[in-house]
């Protein structure tokens, strides 16, 4: 499962250093498809940066930080911060949603992937979870 993560992650990184890419270009994005799907309007909004960070770049990190979790195997340190993710994600797709009007392919795609990145640390997380009550059942039998 380790492995799923870690790639899943890598592609996390890829797509938000598209956005940043997006974020820091001047001309048309490459992903500005129509009214309703603009990665330059989000990308360029007041919305893009946390303390002058763009979101893309924290994104990278917490994607990085998924990446490491996962591949050491602290499962439910992994659970954790692919949790936090998804609720800053989340965040981010409601302001699209209701604040912009517009939606970014690559935050669409990243919700995905962090969405993808809970599911599966919440199963890996549980089969430990499960694994090591069984185990303390049968040495208290």
């Not at 994005?29 to 893309?56: L, T």
């Not at 996962?70 to 692919?82: I, V």
């Not at 994600?89 to 604040?99: K, N, P, T, V």
Request: aromatic letters at 12%; proline letters at 1%.
């Amino acid at each position: 499962m380790r492995y799923v993560i870690l790639i899943l992650a890598v592609a996390g990184v890829v797509v938000s250093a598209l956005a940043l890419q997006v974020h820091y270009s001047t001309g048309t994005a490459p992903c500005d498809i129509n009214a309703r799907w603009d990665c330059g309007i989000v990308n360029h909004s007041s919305f893009s940066e946390v303390a002058k960070v763009p979101v893309a770049a924290i994104g990278i990190a917490g994607y990085l930080v998924l990446a490491c979790l996962g591949f050491a195997r602290l499962r439910f340190a992994t659970f954790l911060a692919a949790f936090l993710g998804f609720l800053f994600a989340f965040r981010l797709s409601m302001i699209e949603q209701y604040g912009l009007g517009v939606w970014c392919l690559y935050c669409a795609i990243s919700q995905a992937i962090i969405s993808l990145i809970l599911l599966l640390s919440i199963g890996w997380f549980a089969v430990e979870y499960l694994a090591l009550k069984r185990a303390a059942r049968s040495v208290g039998a």
